[in-house]
């Protein structure tokens, strides 16, 4: 079952056109719209599984965040660079909360490896994931309770960073998720948010075999001027934003392998490293972003 967006997420306008269609090459190998708002120009895959329907479009041991899988040379490569990446992320953390360990919430947590991190650092942590398998991985590694629901979760709870790794995109209830970002961040407290930028080099060159478009699953294609706004409608203020480096060569990788049929190992290098180069260049356009916001 599919739902259709009337409005745009960010301005709500009302008209749209088709931007690109793509192919779930992950699971289904369904095609799907992705369409662009005429007034602001955010892009969103529409129409979209529902809510309730969309659980079978995870269901495959190649979605990496939520089975650990390490079968096959991607994986492979993915479990390496996350190992550097995780300590990325808890050195991050520990700078934009002074120094000092605080209170994390991750939301999409998946198995726990960066709460697990974070933990070992010193800071008490939280978590939610919607996936059955993947929550239960991380509750063992954690010891603690995860919700699998985002909304409604930890009341009366504020924490000094709240974090959602590649997850805003997969949301169904957007705003209301951006709102729920701002009423559990104390008032000091930053919000990180990483997410695909269509607008990249990767995503230019391989239009609609971009990996990271990752459709059904990516409801919403984020640029570095549409996240903005999206967070400043709901009262936040854009801190800094960072690259994610490693990810123009993995999703290039994949890209290759959705392209071609197989993986050029030789093209994918070339293709982040020019990402990389160009997205330098242009103010953080990378493959990936990072974005810091924090409240007005």
């Known amino acids: 079952m599919q739902e259709l967006l009337e409005k745009c997420p960010v301005c709500q306008h009302t008209q749209t056109q088709k931007y690109i269609t793509c192919e779930d090459f992950t699971v289904s190998h369904e095609k799907f719209d992705i369409v662009s708002c005429q007034k602001c120009g955010f892009k969103f895959t529409n129409p979209r599984p529902t809510a309730d329907t969309i659980g079978k479009y995870y269901q495959s041991e190649n979605y990496i965040s939520h089975s650990n899988t390490s079968k096959g040379i991607i994986s492979k490569i993915y479990h390496q660079v996350r190992k550097i990446t995780l300590q990325q992320k808890v050195d991050l953390i520990n700078k934009l909360n002074g120094g000092k360990q605080g209170s994390l919430l991750d939301i999409g947590c998946g198995t726990g490896m960066f709460l697990n991190a974070a933990k070992s650092s010193g800071w008490k942590v939280s978590g939610v994931e919607p996936s059955d398998g993947a929550r239960t991985m991380a509750e063992e ?94 009262g936040f203020k854009l801190k800094e934003h960072l690259p994610m480096k490693f990810d123009s060569f993995y999703v290039s990788m994949l890209s290759t392998k959705y392209q071609q049929g197989n993986t050029n190992y030789v093209e994918s290098f070339l293709s982040g490293l020019k990402s990389n180069r160009v997205g330098a260049k242009q103010k953080n356009n990378y493959s990936s972003i990072i974005y810091i916001f924090e409240k007005k």
């Open 141 to 234: 590694i954690n010891q603690i309770s995860i919700p699998s629901e985002i909304l409604g979760s930890y009341q009366d709870q504020q924490f000094d960073i709240i974090t959602m790794w590649h997850v805003l995109e997969h949301v169904h209830l957007l705003n209301e998720t951006v709102e729920f970002l701002k009423e559990k961040s104390t008032q000091k407290g930053k919000v990180i948010i990483a997410v695909p930028n269509h607008e990249s080099k990767d995503a230019q060159i391989y239009q609609e075999h971009w990996a990271a478009y990752d459709v059904p699953r990516h409801l919403y294609h984020f640029s570095r001027n549409s996240i903005q706004q999206l967070f400043e409608n709901h």
